[in-house]
């Protein structure tokens, strides 16, 4: 594959809709060849930002380049080489699923086999069904399909797992990897941090309309000023254990209690933190049975970034 | 980019074929405007509303009106009701298709995304209109084929004193009131919502169809037949009528169609959002 110019390139794009404005000076690139995220909230500016990318909005400042290409003066030109699964709909209601399929492969010059196809992606039982009568994860799974048939260079997915059992989420998330090491460069949307970070080589954590970091889930999830601490004791935290360890712990800290006997405390991701909790067990006098630093996740980025919990 | 060219060497590691190899490209024009134009008639026939509207109605008012047309003593000039109203009904069974069908599947293909989705495509958006126009002639050939032979086990007989001119009157009719009510129901569609433009198109349909001069002669409105014969629906119901029963072209008629189809088209043109 030619990899002389990134899969997408933005740079400064700003998108608004009368007043309200969905993207603010957002500027990433997704190299070739990789599945690359866009992760945060909804309403972050995350659809607008690939309708953009696919030519369906005009970019009102800023530009926008997809395998080198402008999405509106290219347009002819790029369609045919990128694949597109819409967030919803998409196909009519009485049409039956493999029907669309084929219909959408008989627009492409070199599509796929559509029956070995629908069988990946466990549509094999639902062909003759009408669009209308598909369950959510059918709809979504067929709509990945449809992108992927005209054997494109780059595909958007738009929340691809949306509406799926998890069974039906690791087949998606299995496939688009399968995609990937066949060299097709992957462009999806989430709010799902376990899905960013199983699948992505690269994330773009946006929120309000621009990226407020970039980088391998590696890279996020290293380091960094907090954590979070699980506690797990023998017996029943007396009354007011939350609001008292907070007392103890400092005003930077979260504590939040789970059950009768397990707290999680979200703050600084160091010794003295473990040793302030320990002692705080002994003066309440309860045995801490598990007191472990987690991990830090994607949630907690974007928790330090935003103040915010990404979670919907 | 063809399907034969070797894999890049070094790519992938392992020996495993690659299914999703990249071999991007758009189907030749035709070939996807044939396509969409195939999957959009099926569509409308599979349809049991439309084909209602398509065929169904029609039959019903040729059949009920030659049966009926004695009893309700209407004014027919000297002529057999069936010959005046298999014209009108052919007229009928384009405005239904042309108008009503063509606005509610373009407004729901708004509505479900569909439009959006071939927007990604390689279809471009003239390939789609194109597809457009090629379905609803596809069903419109059918309506009149079925339509046709109804009207002829009725006993219509159309005029044979100038067969070129009958079918030349007959195919300009059809062509210009296509272009006029599809237009229209463009327009409709990419103007309104998805609910809307069914409720409106099925309205306008039912009003014209009574009271529109399409199945009956203008002549027939008396007083408020000056009005009429402006509309879409009377001048193409008019030339069908001219051409199949007086075997002449009835250029004033085809002038009001094809006004209506500049309106119609400049208003689509101005308006439609294809989302």
């Known amino acids: 594959m030619p990899t002389a110019s990134p899969a997408v390139e933005i740079d400064g794009l700003v998108m608004a809709y009368g007043d309200q404005v969905a993207v603010d000076g957002l500027s990433l690139t997704v190299a070739r060849g990789t599945i690359t995220a866009v992760l945060g909230p909804n309403g972050a500016g995350k659809t607008t930002t690939l309708e953009t990318c696919e030519g369906y909005r005009v970019p009102q400042r800023g530009t926008v380049r997809v395998l080198g290409l402008d999405p509106q003066r290219d347009r002819a030109a790029l369609l045919p080489r990128i694949g597109v699964m819409l967030q919803a709909g998409g196909a009519w209601s009485g049409v039956r699923a493999m029907e669309m399929l084929e219909h959408m492969a008989s627009l492409h010059a070199h599509p796929l086999d559509t029956a070995v196809l629908a069988e990946r992606l466990g549509l094999g039982d639902c062909g003759r069904t009408p669009y209308r009568r598909l369950s959510g994860g059918q709809k979504q799974r067929l709509g990945l399909a449809i992108a992927l048939v005209g054997r494109p260079e780059l595909v958007f997915v738009d929340e691809p797992t949306a509406g799926m059992d998890p069974q039906a989420r690791r087949t998606t998330w299995e496939l688009l990897e399968e995609v990937r090491r066949d060299g097709v460069t992957v462009v999806l949307t989430t709010h799902h941090m376990d899905e960013a970070e199983r699948l992505a080589d690269h994330i773009h954590i946006i929120d309000r309309g621009t990226v407020i970091t970039s980088g391998t889930p590696a890279e996020l999830t290293r380091g960094g000023r907090s954590a979070t601490i699980r506690l797990v004791v023998n017996r029943p935290f007396p009354e007011g254990a939350p609001e008292s360890l907070r007392t103890d712990l400092g005003p930077e800290t979260e504590v939040r209690q789970i059950d009768e006997v397990s707290m999680l405390i979200h703050g600084p991701a160091d010794s003295a933190t473990l040793g302030l909790v320990s002692r705080w067990c002994e003066e309440h006098d309860v045995l801490p049975q598990t007191l472990n630093l987690g991990q830090r996740t994607l949630e907690d980025v974007f928790l330090e970034l935003t103040g915010r919990e990404l979670a919907s | ?275």
């Open chain 2, 1 to 275: 980019m063809s399907a034969d060219s070797p894999a890049p060497l070094g790519a992938a590691p392992d020996t495993a074929p690659r299914a999703f190899a990249p071999d991007p490209g758009g189907a030749p024009l035709g070939r996807m405007v044939r396509a969409q134009a195939r999957m959009e008639s099926r569509l409308m026939l599979r349809n049991g509303e439309q084909l209602l509207l398509a065929v169904v109605i029609p039959v019903i008012v040729l059949v009920g009106g030659v049966a009926g047309a004695d009893r309700i003593g209407i004014d027919l000039q000297g002529h057999r009701p069936v010959d005046i109203l298999t014209p009108g009904v052919l007229a009928l069974a384009v405005m239904s298709t042309a108008f009503t069908s063509v606005a509610i599947a373009t407004g729901f293909e708004r509505r479900y995304g569909v439009i959006k989705l071939l927007g990604s495509s390689p279809l471009p958006r003239h390939g789609l209109l194109l597809g457009k126009v090629l379905a609803l002639l596809n069903v419109v050939a059918l309506q009149l084929v079925v339509l046709a032979g109804v009207g002829l086990g009725l006993g219509w007989d159309p005029s044979g004193a100038a067969p070129a001119s009958s079918v030349l009157g007959a195919v300009l009719a059809i062509a210009l009131g296509t272009a006029a009510f599809a237009a229209l129901g463009l327009f409709v569609a990419g103007a309104l919502r998805a609910e809307a433009t069914l409720a409106l198109a099925n309205l306008v349909y039912l009003l014209l169809m009574a009271g529109g001069g399409v199945v009956l002669p203008t002549s027939t409105y008396g007083a408020a037949s000056s009005v009429i014969q402006w509309l879409p629906s009377a001048a193409l119901g008019e030339a069908m009528r001219t051409a199949l029963v007086d075997a002449t072209i009835d250029g004033r008629s085809l002038l009001v169609l094809a006004a209506w189809a500049v309106l119609g088209t400049v208003l689509t043109a101005r308006t439609f959002r294809w989302e």
